[in-house]
């Protein structure tokens, strides 16, 4: 733990968070790619179900698995070729929205600081290091919208050929499809926030290191169910960015948005040797 002279030798600059309106955007396209891939399943499904319900219900032996299931790798191909086109350049807008408004957040915070010259002025958005970070950022979003709707056809499959091995008539399995659209469209929700935070943290971090910023001021920020006691205990302790704190609960360093659901943030602190040496 530093010194109170060692802190005072520095100025804690305000944090850059994850924002909202992107979260609420980013999550509103990935909920609208999510209730096109439902509509035209459940459509396609409940057409060849109807068709064929009274098989379903009389003679196990002339069940049309075989039908249903070219249906299910008609819509496969047809939603994998739709997911994969678009989850590389809504991965890339929602990177470069996130870069931006951190970038935005960062200079901000140089100017707001009291302690500062007015001659101090720095680039965050420069290095390998943070381009290596956003290009991950890309990737790994890019992974996840792919595996939303390679995840719900998945289940889809698996509801549609249970319901037909059990002579179940079309009521039951729309309302076992629409149970899946639920959980599909949350976990949508659920990636567009996690990502936001992790994004943002992730780059904001990588920024200040490019700086040559290497401490941070741990900030609690409670949600309603990932709220963590071992986060809430670090609130306002000093930590290496490169390092972060260790987490009890998990048994491990942990930076800020890093483990699932975290909404916790920091704030810098930058060192006054280093703001001489590029004032």
Not at 11 to 27: E, I, N
Not at 191 to 208: F, G, P, T, V, W
């Amino acid at each position: 733990m530093p010194t109170r002279q060692a802190r005072s030798s520095s100025v804690t600059l305000r944090a850059a968070k994850p924002q909202a309106g992107l979260r609420d955007a980013y999550a509103k396209k990935l909920r609208a790619l999510v209730l096109s891939m439902s509509q035209d399943v459940v459509e396609a499904v409940k057409e060849a179900y109807e068709a064929n319900e009274p098989l379903i219900a009389q003679d196990a032996k002339a069940l049309p698995a075989k039908k249903l299931s070219d249906i299910m790798d008609r819509l496969r191909k047809r939603w994998d070729e739709r997911f994969n086109g678009e989850a590389r350049n809504l991965a890339q807008w929602f990177a470069k929205k996130v870069r931006s408004g951190v970038v935005r957040q960062q200079k901000d915070a140089i100017k707001s600081a009291k302690d500062l010259p007015p001659s101090f002025s720095v680039g965050f958005d420069k290095g390998r290091v943070s381009q290596d970070v956003f290009e991950a950022i890309v990737e790994e979003n890019a992974s996840l919208i792919k595996s939303i709707g390679r995840t719900y056809l998945d289940q889809v499959e698996g509801l549609v050929m249970r319901s037909v091995t059990a002579g179940r008539d079309i009521k039951g399995l729309a309302e076992d499809l629409q149970k899946r659209y639920d959980i599909t469209k949350r976990r949508a929700d659920f990636i567009a926030r996690d990502q936001n935070n992790k994004a943002a943290e992730s780059l904001a971090r990588a920024h200040d290191l490019n700086l040559g910023i290497t401490r941070g001021v741990w900030m609690h920020v409670p949600g309603k169910y990932t709220s963590r006691k071992s986060h809430k205990d670090a609130d306002g302790e000093e930590f290496d960015l490169n390092k972060g704190i260790w987490d009890n609960e998990v048994k491990q360093w942990v930076k800020p948005g890093e483990l699932p659901g975290c909404q916790c943030t920091y704030r810098p602190i930058l060192p006054k040797d280093l703001w001489k040496r590029k004032s």
